[in-house]
């Protein structure tokens, strides 16, 4: 018989990761007016599920499965189609990234740029959108160049934070007790 | 592959998406400018008065307004920006507006449109109040029973008509 890509257990830890994506999203608020903030939080779920199931894809699941979530729970201001794409988006970038650069997030400029790149992912999604649309140039000149500037700040404190999350579970003995499940 | 290379090709994406976005961000205001008239910069709002075209909100006049805000009860989140009320009366003489002057907030892109009466604009408690989004546009956001909710805030607001009876 064929074996599979993901294994169940695999599949139920990133089911798990997206969860706590959508569940960061809703439940986590910072007092930042910046766009892209949230970056900080789902970012670094992001790579400590990249690291847990370290399998090419495995952000893309999360990305996908979370858009679903987000989507049919309604977040975000711009419509179902442009949640589910912006969270999709952020996983697959994650993954081109990480094939690039080897794989590891547990190297930190992995992670950071993880974090940059997989975060722009969503900023692309959501611009792109607003190209087709024919939504105005923006009210503020500077708005867009901010706008970048949060999302690759934000990436890359959320790439940080999943580094250092993935450090502890090292040093935990997590991945020990993973390989033991494996 | 070296691990450098590899880095430098991941840097190298991340500039061509900036350069792309922020190149057909100023294709973009190029093009609005040549096709608007002086008085209406790129971005900037125009505001009509029963039908004619007194002024455009521009960005510049945003530090002559108060920031305010307030956190939404549908995800919680702190809608922060310029009162709709100050950004008419810092155009439009205020003796001309009564109660049931009707200010109507559209957005072309998003096929929206709010009416609302001066008296709603007016009460501060009512936080009727222009939120800057990410892309820098403008969201016209509130607190009044109804028009509290993200599907009838209006997104990308690029028209201000005010109509006196």
């Known amino acids: 018989m064929k074996e599979r890509y993901f294994s169940t257990f695999q599949l139920i830890l990133l089911a798990l990761f997206s969860a706590l994506v959508v569940v960061a999203k809703i439940v986590l608020r910072m007092p930042l007016q910046l766009t892209g903030h949230s970056g900080i ?12 199931v370290p399998k090419p894809g495995a952000a893309s699941v999360i990305g996908v499965t979370s858009g679903l979530l987000a989507g049919f729970l309604g977040l975000g201001d711009f419509g179902a189609l442009n949640t589910f ?52 140039v923006g009210f503020i000149a500077f708005g867009l160049i901010k706008s970048v500037i ?13 580094w250092l999350t993935l450090k502890a579970l090292r040093k935990a003995g997590f991945f020990a007790y993973l390989a033991e499940k494996r | 592959m070296n691990q450098t290379k590899r880095i430098i090709i991941v ?13 057909v961000d100023f294709l973009q205001r ?25 002024a455009s909100f521009v960005s510049e006049d945003l530090n002559q307004l108060g920031l305010v805000s307030f956190v939404d009860d549908e995800e919680g989140k702190t809608q922060e920006g310029y009162l709709l009320r100050d ?5 439009i003489d205020g003796g001309s507006l009564d109660s049931d002057t009707s200010v109507k907030v559209s957005s072309s892109s998003r096929e929206k449109v709010q009416t609302l009466t001066w008296e709603e604009i007016d009460q501060f408690n009512n936080m009727v109040l222009f939120d800057i989004s990410g892309r820098g546009t403008l ?15 209006v997104q990308d607001v690029d028209k201000i008509e005010i109509t006196t009876p």
């Open chain 1, 150 to 162: 949060g999302y690759i700040i934000f990436g890359a404190i959320g790439g940080f934070l999943g």
């Open chain 2, 139 to 153: 969201k016209l956001v509130s607190k009044i029973p109804g028009f509290d909710i993200r599907d009838a805030w």
């Open chain 2, 87 to 91: 950004v008419i009366l810092l155009y």
């Open chain 1, 41 to 52: 939080f789902w970012m670094a779920i992001i790579i400590v599920g990249a690291k847990v």
């Open chain 2, 30 to 54: 190029q093009n609005a400018a040549s096709q608007l008239p002086a008085d209406m910069p790129p971005g900037s709002i125009p505001i009509y008065v029963n039908g004619k075209f007194t």
């Open chain 1, 85 to 136: 794409l912006s969270y999709t988006m952020v996983g697959v970038m994650s993954d081109i990234v990480l094939w690039l650069l080897g794989g590891d997030p547990e190297i930190l400029f992995v992670s950071v740029l993880v974090g940059i790149l997989g975060h722009m992912g969503k900023f692309v999604v959501k611009w792109s959108f607003g190209v087709i649309a024919g939504v105005p």
């Open chain 2, 11 to 23: 840097v190298i994406i991340l500039f061509v998406i900036i350069a792309v976005v922020l190149a």
